[in-house]
């Protein structure tokens, strides 16, 4: 039986993060906005193996809210905005944190899926 190289967390979380293939740290990991590629166009480490599935969104939704909710409390607590401008607002930011944060936290769910060599990932050194 061979002994498999450790591979380390946290230099695959964050390429994973930086969207970065979790082996390498230069090729991208995303073909598109959330789209995986099935290999790293750089080292050619196989990327097909991931199961992000949902994790990705409810993490994205676990963020948001409990970054906005305390804001939100906060700005009608302390400045009582109309009710339009206050949804027209946070709507916004609601949005584009979401955005930002979703391909982000799907690269760094794939980097650990690669570095705890899970759902296919073992298979290669």
Known sequence: MTTL??????????HGWR???P???????????????DTC???NEPLH????DDGPAYLTIL?????????????????RPD???????FSVGCVALS???????KGALVALQWAKRMHGFGASN
Not at 49 to 52: I, K, L, S, V
């Open 5 to 14: 190289v450790e591979r380390e967390l946290k230099p695959a979380l964050i």
């Open 19 to 21: 969207r970065k293939c």
């Open 63 to 79: 963020i948001v809210g409990h970054l906005m909710a305390p804001l939100i409390l906060w700005v009608y607590t302390e400045y």
């Open 99 to 105: 955005l930002y944060l979703l391909p982000r936290l």
């Open 83 to 89: 009710p339009l401008v206050m949804i027209s607002i």
């Open 23 to 37: 082996n390498c740290g230069a090729g991208p990991m995303m073909q598109g906005y959330l789209k995986v590629r």
């Open 49 to 52: 193996h991931q199961r992000a």
């Open 41 to 43: 166009s750089v080292c």
